[in-house]
């Protein structure tokens, strides 16, 4: 298996993990982006303290997200390959418009690699 099927593969797990109730994202997404007024929202998971921007802080939000950015790191390493080899893994979510409870969340991650190739999971959820 090439590394460009090793990335998409990793780009999916990462995107499938967080769109699941194990990474405890929802409802507290739906929540704080229906608070926001924004429909969607990206943020850069190698970042410190990923939290979306131009979103209200709530706690059980930034705790499933620095989870997720643990879970990316591990579904990396477990892969063979290293953060550090990696310029970024984008994350975007959007709750679904018909659950209005927001347990419903779509992800999406893109994972760029250190010489700019872009693995995109696609929308899951």
Same mark, same amino acid.
Do not use: C
């Given at each position: ?7 998409a =593969? ?10 699941? =109730? ?14 926001? =007024? ?19 802080r ?21 892969n ?8 970024s ?26 010489? =700019? ?9």
């Open positions: 298996m090439t590394s460009q099927r090793i990335l =593969g990793v780009a999916h797990d990462i995107a499938h993990h967080a769109s699941s =109730g194990l990474s405890f994202l929802s409802p507290h997404m739906a929540h704080a982006l229906r608070s926001a =007024g924004l429909p969607t929202v990206t943020m850069e998971l190698l970042t410190d303290d990923p939290y979306p921007t131009g979103v209200p709530i706690e059980p939000l930034r705790a499933a997200l620095a989870t997720l950015r643990e879970t990316a790191e591990k579904i990396v390493e477990r063979g390959f290293s953060i550090a080899n990696l310029r893994i984008s994350f975007s979510a959007t709750p679904a418009p018909w659950d209005e409870k927001g347990y419903t969340l779509h992800t999406r991650v893109v994972v760029t690699s250190h010489d =700019g190739r872009e693995f995109d999971s696609g929308w899951i959820g």
